[in-house]
């Protein structure tokens, strides 16, 4: 596979593509400002497969250890990941405006510790939220549809084929072939394989 590398002959911003990030050439990335949060250290932080489109909005706030890979031919509009583990999309993923993919929370739920870590932000060179907090891998099937504004929360599994609806908080598994919406995500009907 021949990877992009370096920076990007149509980008606006002045940024390059990280060294650990595997991108196929025939993937498109409209701007490496989506890497501005990337801080991987990971042998691969960030693999896309080929023909995938990752326009613009789009941020891969990636921890030191996170690693997310799509597939091919996938789609990403303005999709926030947020990473320290693991997200993993599959092949033909579309996954619309505004979603968010979080495998951590980063933010402490003690609230003199939550107060800590805003005061420790203004020091930091990203100005970011990194408190530690366990993470759980996000895997996202092939095939699979995430309308907009919706939220996939740590640990979760989203089955091959499945549809979730459009501002829906995915805070359990979704069985292949299933469409699931609402806050909590709850199945609505199942699909034919
Ligand atoms: C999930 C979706 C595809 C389902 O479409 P559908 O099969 O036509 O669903 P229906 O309109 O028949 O709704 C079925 C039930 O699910 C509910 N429902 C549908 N979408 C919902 C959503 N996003 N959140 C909460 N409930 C939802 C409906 O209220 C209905 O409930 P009821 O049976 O109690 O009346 C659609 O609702 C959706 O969210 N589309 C978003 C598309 C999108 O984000 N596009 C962006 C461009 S990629």
């Known amino acids: ?20 990030a595997i991108i196929d050439e025939t993937a498109y990335v409209e701007t490496t400002y989506s890497f501005n949060l990337y801080r991987s250290h990971a042998p691969v932080g960030l693999q896309i497969g080929k ?11 990636v921890g030191t250890y996170g690693q997310v890979s799509l597939g091919n031919y996938s789609l990403m ?5 947020i ?6 999309i599959g092949d033909y ?7 968010v993919l979080m495998d951590t929370y980063r933010v402490p739920f003690n609230p003199v510790e939550r107060r800590k870590e805003l005061v420790r932000i203004p ?17 996202i099937g092939a095939n699979v549809w995430i309308g907009f504004d919706a939220c996939v929360l740590p640990g979760v599994t989203i089955g091959e ?12 598994d979704v069985a292949p ?16 394989a």
Request: hydrophobic fraction near 40%; charged fraction near 20%; include cysteine.
């Open 51 to 61: 023909g995938s489109s990752i326009y613009l909005g789009t941020m891969f706030d």
């Open 77 to 81: 509009n303005s999709v926030r990941i």
């Open 161 to 172: 084929g499945s549809i979730i609806g459009a501002r829906s908080v995915v805070t359990t």
């Open 83 to 88: 990473c320290d583990e693991e997200i993993k």
């Open 1 to 20: 596979m021949t990877a992009l590398k370096g920076t990007l002959p149509w980008d606006w911003y002045s940024g390059t593509i990280p060294d650990n």
């Open 177 to 192: 072939y299933t469409i699931a919406a609402g806050n909590p995500a709850r199945v609505i009907r199942h699909l034919e």
């Open 123 to 139: 020091k930091r060179k990203l100005r970011n939220i990194d408190a530690k907090h366990s993470a759980r891998p996000i895997h």
């Open 93 to 99: 993923a579309l996954i619309s405006w505004n979603v």
